[in-house]
């Protein structure tokens, strides 16, 4: 099975240390988007690339955090200066944009941050 | 604005009918969908109703959309322990680039 693949899927970190996650969508789709989830929350949207190209950022998505997907395959979202507020489960998702695209995405199984 | 809102939590008996509600302020969805995340797991697409539909059956899933009150559930028909999770609607409102989803009902099934 080649879903959407997530790491690290735990990470525990001290306020003001920076973080990378890495995201592997499915091989075929050109769409990949970063969520963040907070305990009794829904997903928020942070951004997404189509390809290569960043196409929307989520005003969410302050500047110490940015994502990356240079190749179009899989991405990088990194978390600069952490703070406690960043504690969150970082979720990726991918989607493919056909003719009769429902959109559709398939989630990754997230990364989890815990800031101290 | 983008609010899609969900009442947090539902119980029902095992065997009995589920209907989880939702309701958003956005009519601009071309698809209207609901998720299913199970704990320790990633969303899991349930099913999805296209905004021109009424309803949506899909084996044990009943989705209805009501356009004019922008309301939309989600109906499972002899609910199962299996069935336990949180359960998200969501919409793509001004296109397909991204989802909004809401904050999710959590739904218990006890024996």
């Known amino acids: 099975d080649t879903g959407v693949s997530q790491n690290p899927r735990h990470k525990i970190t001290k306020r003001g240390q920076n973080v990378t996650f890495r995201c592997d969508p499915i091989s075929e789709h050109n769409r990949l988007y970063w969520y963040r989830q907070t305990l009794g929350q829904g997903p928020e949207f942070l951004t997404y690339?189509?390809?290569?190209?960043?196409?929307?950022k989520s005003r969410l998505l302050s500047d110490r955090f940015s994502a990356e997907r240079p190749k179009g395959s899989f991405s990088t979202l990194e978390i600069q200066r952490t703070e406690q507020g960043d504690s969150a489960m970082y979720l990726c998702?991918?989607?493919?944009?056909?003719?009769?695209?429902?959109?559709?995405?398939?989630f990754g199984e997230g990364s989890r941050l815990t800031v101290l | 604005g983008e609010d899609v809102e969900q009442s947090l939590f539902l119980s029902v008996r095992e065997g009995d009918s589920s209907v989880i509600n939702c309701t958003y302020t956005d009519s601009s969805s071309t698809y209207l969908y609901w998720y299913k995340q199970e704990p320790g797991a990633g969303l899991q697409l349930l099913t999805y109703i296209f905004s021109n539909m009424d309803m949506k059956q899909d084996q044990r899933l009943t989705v209805l959309l009501n356009k004019k009150d922008k309301h939309l559930s989600l109906r499972i028909a002899d609910t199962q322990t299996g069935d336990s999770a949180i359960y998200f609607c969501a919409g793509t409102p001004g296109g397909y680039n991204k989802l909004i989803f809401g904050a999710g009902t959590r739904l218990a099934v006890h024996p």
């Open positions: 998702a991918s989607s493919s944009r056909g003719a009769v695209n429902t959109g559709e995405l398939f």
């Open positions: 690339f189509q390809n290569e190209a960043q196409l929307e």
